[in-house]
């Protein structure tokens, strides 16, 4: 699986940015996709993760209600809604791609598949 996500750029306090990942293969439909980010001196962090099949996901609490992650399996891609951004939200996002198990993990040492990662920047 290869992965390439876009969308990232420089956005005010309470803006709002769309990332997407898209994906090489056949076989999209069977595996999870997260979103991880890494902030300057930080170390890389979840922030969500969908299940392609049957669009089950998981949220980190930090973005919970502000975020959104969608899937258009007939594009292999993954989109992740960013509104209501704030300076924290600022770091290089990430996505990742594992085959799917019986659960949703949100440790990114599980997922062998990345993208190269695209820089988000909110500013104050």
């Known amino acids: 699986v290869q992965l390439q996500a876009s969308g990232g750029g420089l956005v005010q306090a309470g803006g709002s940015l769309r990332l997407s990942c898209a994906a090489s293969?056949?076989?999209?439909?069977?595996?999870?996709m997260g979103w991880f980010r890494q902030a300057p001196g930080k170390g890389r962090e979840f922030v969500v993760v969908?299940?392609?099949?049957?669009?089950?996901?998981y949220y980190a609490d930090s973005v919970r209600g502000r975020f959104t992650i969608s899937r258009d399996n007939a594009k292999n891609t993954v989109y992740l809604q960013m509104n209501s951004l704030k300076p924290e939200d600022t770091a290089v996002y990430y996505c990742?791609?594992?085959?799917?198990?019986?659960?949703?993990?949100?440790?990114?040492?599980?997922?062998?598949?990345w993208g190269q990662g695209t820089l988000v920047t909110v500013s104050s």
């Open positions: 969908i299940r392609l099949s049957d669009g089950v996901t």
């Open positions: 293969g056949r076989t999209f439909s069977s595996h999870d």
């Open positions: 990742a791609a594992r085959q799917s198990t019986a659960g949703i993990t949100t440790n990114l040492q599980r997922y062998p598949y």
